[in-house]
């Protein structure tokens, strides 16, 4: 969906260093979410947020946080203190005010590595 | 804790064969499913979900509650269809979806 941009394509981080992950969206989407895709692990849900200035830790949040001070911006950052953060994420976005069944849409993703 | 198993990481078939990708999934209440896809260069995007019942790019998905199951069928594979795969579920009252680690679907010509 091209109303959901993540931003850099690539990243490259030091070790040490902390790194933030873009995600915007002008779905008007209630919720966010970032996952984690590893090679055969399918994605892990790290943080997800319904509303503004408030977000929930999903199943594998250690080592990272989130802000969301705007509905359509929902920022990452990979902390020094995440062991293993080479891997490709994804966020993604949805409604909830519409109520029902609504699906998750995606957006291109990030690919982290450590140098 | 809920969760989704995909039990095979890869799957191959001919072109022209039917295809089914299987998914299991464990939670005792009223589930919504989910297939998204990921082709090539593409982003994931969602192919069908049980609750639409509907058939797109020709694959269908019965949510089978005896066996949790909802394996993911085609009768005529197309090369086009090879992509990654993945099986979700939703929980009653969730926001979260809980993932399978995804099948791998070639088509040979």
């Known amino acids: 969906d091209g109303g959901i941009t993540q931003s850099p394509k690539y990243l490259f981080r030091k070790e040490g260093q902390n790194v933030t992950l873009s995600c915007e969206q002008n779905?008007?989407?209630?919720?966010m979410y970032w996952y984690r895709q590893d090679p055969g692990q399918g994605l892990r849900l790290i943080y997800y947020?319904?509303?503004?200035?408030?977000?929930q830790k999903g199943d594998i949040a250690e080592g990272y946080s989130v802000s969301r001070e705007k509905k359509e911006s929902f920022p990452l950052t990979v902390t020094s203190a995440q062991k293993n953060p080479t891997a490709f994420y994804l966020c993604?976005?949805?409604?909830?005010?519409?109520?029902?069944?609504?699906?998750?849409?995606f957006g291109d993703g990030t690919r982290l590595s450590i140098l | 804790a809920q969760r989704v198993t995909q039990p095979e990481k890869l799957l191959s078939v001919f072109k022209g064969a039917p295809v089914e990708l299987k998914c299991n999934y464990s939670?005792?209440?009223?589930?919504?499913l989910f297939w998204y896809v990921q082709y090539s260069r593409q982003r994931l995007q969602l192919l069908l979900r049980?609750?639409s019942r509907e058939s797109i790019k020709g694959f269908t998905a019965d949510l089978n509650k005896g066996e949790t199951s909802f394996h993911l069928k085609k009768p005529f594979a197309q090369e086009e269809d090879s992509a990654m795969y993945y099986c979700?579920?939703?929980?009653?009252?969730?926001?979260?979806?809980?993932f399978g680690q995804g099948t791998r679907l070639t088509i040979n010509p």
């Open positions: 993604a976005s949805r409604f909830i005010s519409l109520g029902g069944n609504q699906p998750q849409h």
């Open positions: 779905l008007n989407h209630d919720a």
């Open positions: 947020s319904q509303i503004v200035n408030d977000f």
């Open positions: 939670y005792s209440g009223s589930p919504e």
């Open positions: 049980h609750i």
């Open positions: 979700a579920l939703r929980t009653q009252g969730a926001q979260k979806l809980v």
